[in-house]
């Protein structure tokens, strides 16, 4: 099995920083894919930013220039820089990634359980 742990979440004014972190553990062969969505209340859950084995890096035009997607593969872990946080940047931020472990070993889609993001104006 494959968990995901997430945290960094919490209350800032609007201009503030926030840092999220994701730790997987479990028995994962690989890891294709790491990324953080996002889902405020009333609205569907949408891709913040993701990072494949590679490298490159993908975000949402929301984010650009205020978000910052990295991961450090040894730990199986990625991050997410949030600088210049607005109202409208408040949502449970969900860390995913694609994975193959032992018990599954293709590539499958593992969720955190969220983490709460809040941005007071």
């Known amino acids: 099995q494959v968990q995901l742990v997430e945290s960094g979440g919490g209350l800032v004014q609007a201009g503030g920083s926030l840092s999220l972190s994701c730790v997987a553990s479990?028995?994962?062969?690989?890891?294709?894919?790491m990324g953080w969505y996002r889902q405020a209340p009333g609205k569907q859950r949408e891709l913040v930013a993701n990072?494949?084995?590679?490298?490159?890096?993908t975000y949402a035009d929301s984010v650009k220039d205020r978000f910052t997607i990295s991961r450090d593969m040894a730990k199986n872990t990625v991050y997410l820089q949030l600088n210049s946080l607005k109202p409208e940047d408040t949502a449970v931020y969900y860390c995913?990634?694609?994975?193959?472990?032992?018990?599954?070993?293709?590539?499958?889609?593992?969720w955190g359980q969220g983490t709460q993001v809040t941005v007071s104006s």
């Open positions: 990072i494949n084995r590679g490298g490159t890096t």
């Open positions: 479990g028995s994962i062969l690989r890891i294709d894919f």
């Open positions: 995913k990634i694609t994975a193959r472990s032992l018990s599954v070993p293709i590539p499958r889609d593992y």
